[in-house]
Each structure stands twice: as structure tokens, then as C-alpha cells.
């Protein structure tokens, strides 16, 4: 499967647990963007990275939200001491190359749940 | 504010009906993207748009991009039961980020 990879498809935590969630993009992509999904509610981006860069993280909450892509494996987007308002399907979506007319595409993201 | 709006927010029809779908913005846009998402799953590109008046036509499904490339339109002959989904237009900034609106969740019954 040469698709977006997300793992776990799901995720329960308890309130302020940590959660990491991965994100392994196309072979061949470099740049990787994480979205929100929040009940009854639009795909919001939050982060932008490419291989050991922040591009743009405007729309990602500036406390206990964080947000890596190194050198070698995944991306990952970590949420520190989780809450009830963090439950959502969270997913991934990657492109080859940075300029606004490449398309992206999504993993089949991971849903958490915090208890 | 880049503001968007996909209409209508719902639609259910019957098998073979037509539908067209809609997607406005305030803003101007090098490209705009369409998506369907089936519940559980993450969203399915299905076309790319850049040239202001392209039209793109996937099998039963046309796309337009307005001459301004401020809105687009989906049209959809002759619908099937697998046409159902939440179809979402995603303009893109030129930062690169997608702009999603509440998107159009359409049913097709048989």
C-alpha cells in the first residue's frame, strides 16, 4: 500500500494522558499536513512540516500541541495532557512538492477518543 | 477572513437523478481541490482545478472552476448509490494549506 499511513486508526486516553499519533506519507512525499475533525464540523488544518521543518503551524493550539517530521520515520503530532474538547478524527495528508498546485492526499486518519 | 460555503449542506435523491453542487468563496484561489469522504475513511481526491473556466470531467462527475477562481461546481449525471458521501471542496492557500468548508453530504437512494 503506497497510500498515507496512519496508526492507530484509533486512540482512547484518559484526560491528561498523552496521545502520539503517527503519520507515514506517500513514497516519494516530502511535505506533510495534519487536519482536524471535529463532531459535525469541517476539516480544520492545523500544521504544515517538511523533513525537519515547521512551514506553518497557524492553526495549531500553542499549548500542549506539538508537532515533528525527522530526518528518518514518521511524522508525528503530540497532545500533551489531553481533553475532553481534543476528541476528534485527527489525519494526515501529504504532497510532493510545496507549490499550491499539488494535490494531497489523506490518510484514513486516527480517530481519539478521551474518556 | 477567507470565508467558503458549500451548497446545499444536504441532499438525498434517487438513483439516475442528476445533482449539481456548489462551492463559493470570498477569496480568489490559484487552485481548488474536491474531495469525498466515506465515514470512517480519510477524503478521496478526486480532482484538481487551476485555470480560471477549466472544466474536468471524471467519468459522470464534471467540475467547473469560475472564471474568477473564486467558486466551483460538481455536477453529477445520472447518480448511483456508490455516488454517496460527503463531498468537500478545498481551495488552496498559497502556503499550501487546505481550506475546507462543512462540505455536502449526499444521499442516493436506490
Known amino acids: 500500500n503506497a497510500g498515507v499511513m496512519q496508526n492507530p486508526r484509533h486512540l482512547v486516553r484518559r484526560r491528561g494522558q498523552e496521545a502520539r499519533l503517527r503519520c507515514s506519507p506517500m513514497k516519494g512525499h516530502s511535505h506533510v499536513y495534519w487536519y482536524r475533525q471535529l463532531p459535525e464540523e469541517g476539516l480544520k488544518f492545523m500544521v504544515y512540516?517538511?523533513?525537519?521543518?515547521?512551514?506553518?503551524e497557524s492553526g495549531m493550539p500553542k499549548e500542549r500541541f506539538s508537532a515533528e517530521f525527522p530526518k528518518e520515520g514518521p511524522s508525528i503530532l503530540r497532545i500533551q495532557q489531553v481533553v475532553r474538547g481534543d476528541s476528534a478524527a485527527y489525519f494526515c495528508?501529504?504532497?510532493?512538492?510545496?507549490?499550491?498546485?499539488?494535490?494531497?492526499?489523506f490518510g484514513d486518519g486516527t480517530r481519539l477518543s478521551i474518556l | 477572513t477567507q470565508l467558503l460555503e458549500q451548497s446545499p449542506q444536504f441532499l438525498s435523491i434517487q438513483e439516475g437523478e442528476n445533482l449539481t453542487v456548489y462551492c463559493n468563496s470570498s477569496?480568489?484561489?490559484?487552485?481548488l481541490q474536491w474531495y469525498r469522504q466515506e465515514p470512517g475513511e480519510g477524503p478521496v481526491l478526486l480532482v484538481t482545478?487551476?485555470?480560471?473556466?477549466e472544466v474536468k470531467k471524471l467519468k459522470r462527475l464534471t467540475f467547473q472552476f469560475g472564471d474568477a477562481r473564486k467558486d466551483s461546481s460538481l455536477h453529477i449525471t445520472a447518480a448511483q448509490t456508490g455516488d454517496t458521501g460527503l463531498y468537500l471542496c478545498?481551495?488552496?492557500?498559497?502556503?499550501?494549506?487546505?481550506?475546507f468548508g462543512q462540505g455536502t453530504t449526499l444521499q442516493v437512494k436506490p
Open positions: 477569496s480568489v484561489f490559484s487552485s
Open positions: 482545478v487551476v485555470t480560471g473556466g
Open positions: 478545498a481551495p488552496q492557500s498559497n502556503t499550501g494549506k487546505l481550506i
Open positions: 495528508a501529504s504532497s510532493p512538492r510545496s507549490d499550491s498546485n499539488q494535490p494531497q492526499h
Open positions: 512540516l517538511q523533513k525537519e521543518n515547521i512551514i506553518d
